[in-house]
């Protein structure tokens, strides 16, 4: 559990089955990741190099002051929102390649030609991918994030998309 100092519980934090992400919070986090220097922006880049505990320590500060300048409480409730996102971008990708697989292989079960064996291979992988899907969105599953974050998460996937432009661009 989080200090009191640092305003969040663990639980709050870490428990994606419970809404945490608002349309303030998603747009004060949005507003955040367009600032010319962003201290955070390391969680931003894909393959950005994790840092050690020790020098993360020494900037806590500033993070925390960076946080708060867009409203959170301290980095911890800026990362949580983050990781919120994260998790939510995840899991629409997730499901954009099971219904990939799904309509591949319902593709390939309309040919006339199509060996028996390849058509029980076609459909056990519609069958896998659907209860895959069908796992993904139930509302007790353990990994993924709760719906109420999710909508949050697909109503801003364009603009975090494009915020997130100017941490992938190669110098």
């Known amino acids: 559990m989080a200090s009191p100092a640092m305003g969040i519980t663990n639980n709050a934090v870490t428990d994606y089955k419970k809404p945490y992400l608002t349309d303030d919070k998603m747009q004060r986090f949005i507003a955040s990741m367009k600032e010319e220097h962003n201290p955070m ?73 199509l060996a028996p064996e390849m058509r029980k291979v076609y459909e056990d992988q519609i069958a896998s991918a659907q209860k895959s899907l069908d796992d993904m969105n139930k509302k007790d599953s353990r990994s993924s994030l709760n719906p109420e974050d999710m909508e949050l998460v697909k109503k801003y996937k364009d603009q975090i998309d494009a915020a997130e432009k100017k941490y992938n661009a190669k110098p």
Not at 48 to 69: H, Y
Not at 90 to 100: D, N, P, S, V
């Open 41 to 113: 922006e390391l969680i931003f880049k894909q393959g950005g190099q994790t840092q050690n505990p020790a020098s993360m320590s020494k900037r806590i500060d500033e993070f925390n002051g960076f946080s708060r300048k867009y409203g959170f409480q301290d980095y911890q409730d800026y990362t949580a929102v983050w990781g919120r996102i994260m998790a939510g971008q995840m899991q629409m990708m997730g499901e954009e390649a099971f219904k990939g697989m799904i309509s591949g292989a319902q593709a390939e079960l309309k040919k006339p030609d």
